[in-house]
């Protein structure tokens, strides 16, 4: 039963501190996207990649978000220095793109990381 | 900017009562528009992608139709299984953007 996993599922941390969440994606998807969804904002695309590399990462607040790629069956977003307002539960998301097609079609979530900054 | 507007918010329905949630979005050049379930502590789970106006897809008691503006999730004689938050997504056709643009979903609760 291929799934995508996260970990942490559950993360409480005090406001400065570096926050690493990791997600493995389904075996042989070559997608790998990182969503927030908090209930003002719902669901919103933080990055995504394609074959590793990053594609977009713009709705991601780059002084003190990343998220890389180290190898195919691990991606991973950091948050240094966290604050309150990263509250939120993060979602990893993968999907293939088959050779010749631009875009991708069904995205498969995980479970999700809550995260709590105090 | 992509916009993707549920109706309504939340949604009381009787076990075997029919209805039809809304999604209105705005997107320049739009490749595809998704629906998707969540139920609580748990990630989006796939339902239906629909590409073009006039398209149609079942799943059981779901079908989702599309027009050039916006898109029904009709529910026919739902169960109370069937409660969930409902989630639409639209993807535009700009180069290399798959990132889906949300809606903020309808939460449907179906009683005995």
């Known amino acids: 039963d291929a799934r995508v996993t996260q970990t942490p599922r559950d993360k409480v941390t005090e406001m400065g501190q570096e926050v690493t969440m990791r997600c493995q994606p389904i075996?042989?998807?070559?997608?790998v996207f990182w969503y927030r969804q908090t209930m003002m904002q719902g669901l919103e695309l933080l990055a995504y990649f394609r074959n590793r590399a990053p594609l977009d990462d713009s709705g991601m607040p780059k002084d003190r978000f990343s998220a890389e790629m180290p190898d195919a069956t691990l991606a991973t977003l950091k948050i240094q220095p966290s604050e309150p307002r990263d509250s939120a539960v993060y979602f990893c998301?993968?999907?293939?793109?088959?050779?010749?097609?631009?875009?991708?079609?069904?995205?498969?979530f995980g479970p999700g990381t809550r995260l709590t900054v105090l | 900017e992509d916009q993707v507007t549920q109706s309504p918010e939340a949604l009381r329905l009787q076990e075997g009562e029919s209805s039809s949630l809304n999604c209105s979005y705005t997107?320049?050049?739009?490749?595809?528009l998704f629906w998707y379930r969540q139920d609580p502590g748990k990630g989006p789970e796939f339902l239906f992608t629909l590409y073009s106006a006039g398209e149609e897809k079942e799943k059981e008691r779901l079908k989702a139709t599309l027009t050039k503006k916006e898109s029904f999730l009709h529910i026919t004689a739902p169960k109370p299984e069937d409660s969930a938050t409902y989630l639409c997504a639209v993807q535009a056709e700009r180069g290399g953007a798959d990132g889906l643009t949300f809606g903020k979903g309808t939460h449907l609760i179906i009683q005995p």
């Open positions: 075996l042989g998807h070559n997608t």
């Open positions: 997107v320049s050049g739009l490749r595809g």
């Open positions: 998301a993968s999907g293939l793109v088959p050779d010749g097609v631009a875009l991708s079609d069904e995205q498969f």
